[in-house]
Nanobody, 125 residues
Framework: QVRLVESGGGLVQAGGSLRLSCAAS????????MAWFRQAPGKEREFVTA????????YYADFVKGRFTISRDNNKSTVFLQMNSLKPEDTAVYYC??????????????????WGQGTQVTVSS
């Protein structure tokens, strides 16, 4: 089973950028769909973006389109989340997830089997 460790969170001013990393160890990384979710205090965990294991096709939540970019390096077993033009409402704990969800469930957290510990992103106004 793959294990995930996120890094790169922190405090940034509105309009700034952060790059999150998620390093995977264990079974073949390229065989997993990799996703980022986030959870703000008092809110449910929500889908941010994913890169499919079969096609590398990328999915984005509407609220991050044009601002966030997901990428993966299969040779380094790492997935990245580049976040630009950050807003205070992006403040949350960001989680990396791995799984083999059907395409129709790419944005469903219940479809992912493995999660990282999360990294805090705080955007000040």
């Amino acid at each position: 089973q793959v294990r995930l460790v996120e890094s790169g969170g922190g405090l940034v001013q509105a309009g700034g950028s952060l790059r999150l990393s998620c390093a995977a160890s264990g079974r073949a990384f390229s065989g997993y769909t990799m996703a980022w979710f986030r959870q703000a205090p008092g809110k449910e965990r929500e889908f941010v973006t994913a890169t499919r294991h079969t096609t590398n096709y990328q999915y984005y939540a509407d609220f991050v389109k044009g601002r966030f970019t997901i990428s993966r390096d299969n040779n380094k077993s790492t997935v990245f989340l580049q976040m630009n033009s950050l807003k205070p409402e992006d403040t949350a704990v960001y989680y990396c997830a791995a799984g083999v969800p059907p395409e129709t469930q790419t944005n469903d957290p219940n479809a992912y089997s493995t999660w990282g510990q999360g990294t805090q992103v705080t955007v000040s106004s």
